[in-house]
């Protein structure tokens, strides 16, 4: 298995525009994370799916942000409109059904806001 | 991705000695605790974990030991080599619930 993909790996943007970030669990896990890394607060959780269900979504910092999993193997992160405070690295991560022993992380996104 | 300069404590040791990472957790109600690697460009990577029934489990070159009583959880990492350069995060979490909150992270820079 390829792991957790995410795209894009880096991301500039101009403040007000919206952004999409993209992430492919590992086939077969039935839970999904995203995470976001910043200098100030290391890594929040700021939201997770169960089955495709959203179960906790209080990390999310405000409206502007919000993510959607379609369908198994996929989920998007949107922020609309972006601001320079969301500027951080955005993790996406899966677990099996085992539990959240071996959580996988993806590579990243590197998001700048200008 | 990557752990973006974070100001993080740093803790500098010579190749070959041995390390230890300590971290405090926060949740009296956690029972489950992970310990995870991140190096620079990546993802955090699981290490090891530790369920509260334990004080100690081993690992290849890596120790974890809880101290339940504290809250104190710590990571020893045997003969450190060069490639354990890395930010170290502890994480715990309440059994059975997939949410898992993570440490601030301890950057580990190893001396020649």
């Known amino acids: 298995d390829a792991g957790v993909i995410q795209s894009p790996r880096h991301e500039v943007t101009e403040m007000g525009q919206e952004v999409t970030l993209r992430c492919k669990p590992i086939?077969?896990?039935?839970?999904l994370f995203w995470y976001r890394q910043t200098m100030m607060r290391g890594l929040e959780l700021l939201i997770y799916?169960?089955?495709?269900?959203?179960?906790?979504d209080s990390g999310m910092p405000e409206d502007r942000f919000s993510a959607k999993m379609p369908n198994a193997s996929f989920s998007t992160l949107k922020i609309q409109p972006s601001e320079p405070r969301d500027s951080a690295v955005y993790f996406c991560?899966?677990?099996?059904?085992?539990?959240?022993?071996?959580?996988?992380f993806g590579p990243g996104t590197r998001l700048t806001v200008t | 991705g990557e752990s973006v300069g974070l100001h993080l404590p740093t803790l500098s040791v010579q190749e070959g000695d041995n390390s230890i990472i300590n971290c405090a957790y926060s949740?009296?109600?956690?029972?489950?605790f992970i310990w995870y690697k991140q190096e620079s460009g990546k993802g955090p990577q699981f290490i090891i974990d530790?369920?509260?029934?334990?004080d100690k489990r081993q690992g290849q070159r890596v120790t974890v030991l809880l101290n339940k009583t504290v809250k104190h959880l710590s990571l020893q990492i045997a003969a450190t080599q060069p490639g354990d350069s890395a930010v170290y995060f502890c994480?715990?979490?309440?059994?059975?619930?997939?949410?898992?909150?993570f440490g601030k992270g301890t950057r580990l820079h190893i001396l020649p």
């Open positions: 949740n009296s109600a956690s029972d489950y």
């Open positions: 991560a899966s677990i099996g059904a085992g539990g959240p022993y071996e959580q996988y």
């Open positions: 086939s077969g896990h039935n839970s």
């Open positions: 530790i369920r509260s029934n334990m």
């Open positions: 799916f169960n089955n495709n269900v959203p179960i906790d």
């Open positions: 994480a715990e979490n309440v059994w059975r619930d997939d949410k898992i909150i």
